[in-house]
């Protein structure tokens, strides 16, 4: 950089004496001291300038080339600052400081195994330095190597247990490790010397957003807003806070504000894409989407995403968009790599091309099933012991809250639960409470329904009704749409015996493979092997044996999807009458009933009843074979 006429008056002085400032310009090391000063305070202009007119002045020294570079990098000058690191360390190899420095370009560069070797040729000179441990833990993490960045993290630390950067980088590290609670930990060491820290409270904020701690994760974040209202990653990660909450035009308004601020969040046009869907806003999510793969067009999830939104067309924009991911499909680590696997398959099942369909099902479906730890002799054992644990005495004994608020929508993933609660929903006066987590929560408040009396059984139902009441209060019906409730049915007629019961079921082997060909977001850990899935099935209708045997008549109504779909009026005007509800005309045209849907059904529901899914498991053939088998198992 050439300096203008009014710093090289400022820089000139007589030889040996030193100029404005206290600096030395015939001494270089009173240059190199100088502009470390500067850089420090973060006058990087100024530190260029001066260094730029020593290196001219003294090309072999190499504090003075390590600075320069130094300032080259703080203005974002990675090229030439990389340059100049080269120079420095052909007159020094030996130099650790500027290694490590140059490593930390070098990542900016995107060199990243060059970085590396850099990094660790500085640890060997100087085993102590802790910033070349940090920093390499950086370019580890980039390179995957998770073990490694996790104990050079930790070296960092240990060598300066002081220091800041150490540590909020190596709990941003366990965020994305998905270590929340040491993440919390590790954070909150560095809030405790540093209160006002943007990213620190935003981090936090994240980190308590995913172990479920709201409200710690809310008051962090708000924080972080008072003294930054402008910063994007806060709105952003608000967002994702307002729609755990269930608040979804709230999420929705806080990722519009990021993208105000940030238009070129990618990850933030993805969550407001998925959140105007969920919201019936389908054109709207489809358009943020599309915006997101703009940005970012080797991000797997974002094509995930749309194509569960969409009809792919052979050839078109998102097609093709896909088809460049797909080149790339090996370079993907595998959590990536299922998304990639998932989105192909369904173009590729829009396409009607089932069998490159299956066969990317099936590998999305494998690398999932390594990513979760199922324990399926436990989940089956827990099934089948139900019937024992809930005989037809406690369920029907006395105690319990007679309020008629409470419907459940129970059955299998898959099965058409989120088109009965949709109905359900267009009746005045229902509210449709989609997939919500208020009855785990009182559960986990109160001990084995075994152990309860009729006192207890009383608590738990105020309990829930208090839960679900907040989220609607001038509900004289909520709906709980979460399948898996179908395991609880005998605890909730006993404590609530005046909740109504809808068990939504259709053909296993639809139902199955409707499964296996979405990648869900919640805990449904049994779908991703067909052999495990058709056995979860068989487990299934054995509980719901059960509760048919010993649930009094006229508490549960089993609604067969094919007949809902085949007779819709006649079977719409059954299940709202056995819920005890007027009949409305609305409910004819369900899918124009504006309400929150966050299941994988968001687009189904949006769009009139079809039957295009009955009889769809015959399109994959002789690839069922191990579904098949389960489902005959013991039938």
């Known amino acids: 950089m050439e300096a203008n006429r009014k710093q090289r008056r400022a820089l000139a002085h007589p030889a040996g004496k030193p100029g404005r400032g206290g600096v030395d310009m015939n001494d270089p090391a009173s240059i190199a001291s100088h ?3 500067k850089l420090a305070a973060g006058e990087a202009v100024a530190a260029l300038t001066m260094l730029a007119l020593g290196a001219r002045r003294f090309p072999t020294h190499p504090e003075l080339g390590n600075n320069h570079a130094n300032a080259l990098a703080g203005l974002g000058r990675f090229a030439e600052a990389a340059a100049v690191f080269e120079t420095v360390l052909a007159l020094r190899p030996a130099f650790p400081e500027a290694l490590n420095n140059f490593g930390s370009v070098l990542e900016k560069l995107g060199r990243l195994d060059e970085a590396a070797a850099r990094l660790r040729a500085a640890i060997a000179l100087a085993p102590g330095l802790a910033a070349a441990h940090n920093n390499l833990a950086g370019v580890l993490k980039t390179l995957g190597d998770a073990a490694g960045a996790e104990a050079s993290y930790r070296r960092a630390i240990a060598l300066d247990p ?32 540093n209160p006002d820290n943007i990213p620190v409270l935003n981090n936090l904020g994240v980190a308590l957003k995913t172990l479920g701690r709201l409200a710690e994760a809310e008051r962090h974040l708000c924080r972080a807003l008072s003294l930054a209202p402008d910063y994007a990653d806060t709105h952003h990660n608000l967002g994702t806070l307002r729609h755990a909450e269930g608040a979804l035009a709230a999420a929705r308004d806080c990722y519009r504000r990021a993208l105000d601020l940030r238009p070129d969040m990618a990850n933030t046009w993805c969550n407001l894409g998925s959140t105007l869907a969920a919201l019936g806003d389908l054109e709207g999510g489809r358009a943020a989407l599309r915006r997101a793969i703009a940005l970012a067009p080797l991000v797997p999830i974002y094509h995930r995403y749309l194509a569960d ?13 896909l088809a460049a991911l797909a080149a ?21 099942s829009d396409g009607r091309r089932h069998d490159a369909a299956m066969a990317h099902y099936l590998a999305g479906n494998a690398l999932k099933r390594r990513l979760v730890t199922y324990d399926e002799a436990a989940e089956l054992a827990a099934l089948a012991a139900i019937p024992e644990r809930f005989p037809a005495p406690l369920v029907r004994g006395p105690g319990g809250d007679p309020d008629r608020l409470p419907i459940f929508i129970v059955g299998m993933p898959r099965s058409g639960t989120t088109l009965v609660e949709q109905v359900l929903a267009s009746v005045p006066g229902v509210f449709g409470g989609d997939e919500m987590d208020a009855l785990d929560k009182t559960l ?6 075994e152990t309860l009396d009729e006192a207890g059984f009383r608590a738990l139902a105020a309990d829930y009704l208090a839960r679900i009441r907040a989220l609607a209060p001038g509900a004289t019906r909520i709906t709980n749409k979460v399948p898996l409730n179908f395991r609880h049915l005998g605890l909730l007629h006993r404590a609530l015996p005046a909740a109504k019961f809808v068990h939504v079921f259709r053909d296993p082997l639809d139902t199955c493979v409707s ?24 487990a299934y209708e054995r509980v719901m044996a059960h509760w048919r045997a010993v649930l009094p008549a006229g508490v549960m109504l089993d609604l067969r999807y094919e007949d809902f779909v085949a007779d819709f009026a006649t079977e719409a005007r059954r299940l709202v009458a056995f819920c005890g509800l007027d009949w409305d005309e609305g409910c004819l045209r369900f899918f124009e009933t504006s309400r929150a849907v966050r299941t994988a059904s968001v687009a189904q529901v949006r769009n009139p009843l079809f039957a295009t899914s009955i009889g769809r498991w015959q399109v994959y053939g002789a690839a069922l074979a191990p579904l098949q088998a389960a489902l005959a198992e013991a039938a």
């Open 35 to 37: 502009a470390a000063r």
């Open 515 to 538: 499964c296996f060909t979405k990648l869900f977001s919640g805990a449904l850990d049994f779908t991703y092997d067909l052999g495990e899935l058709g056995r979860y099935w068989r």
């Open 309 to 321: 939104i969409i009809t792919f067309t052979a050839g078109d924009a998102d097609d093709r968009a």
């Open 444 to 449: 986990a408040r109160f001990p084995a329904p």
């Open 328 to 348: 790339r499909l090996d370079h993907f680590p595998p959590a990536s790599r299922l998304d990639a696997h998932f989105a192909l398959a369904k173009a590729a």
């Open 162 to 193: 002081n220091a800041a950067s150490p540590r909020f980088n190596f709990g941003t590290f366990l965020i994305e490790q998905n270590r929340e609670a040491e993440a919390v930990s590790c954070l909150e060491r560095v809030q405790a010397s």
